[in-house]
């Protein structure tokens, strides 16, 4: 009895990465693509005096997530 699916091959594994990855570099390289807003803001500075923890909506975002 043979199997109607064939083994998955290295070789089409690769081809498949390869083809996903073509695709994403062409969606990126799109005329008119916007880039995140957040990528395109600058860094907040660290503080002097060490520390450097502010409550972000990113960090509120995980606060809100870990509730029971």
Known sequence: MQDSQPKPS??????GAAAVSAAAAA????????????????PKPAPEN???????EHVKHY??????
């Open 10 to 15: 290295r070789r089409g594994f690769f081809f």
């Open 63 to 68: 606060y809100r997530t870990t509730r029971i």
């Open 27 to 42: 969606i990126v390289a799109l005329p008119g693509a916007q880039a995140p807003e957040a990528a395109l803001s600058e």
């Open 50 to 56: 060490g520390g450097g923890y502010s409550l972000t």
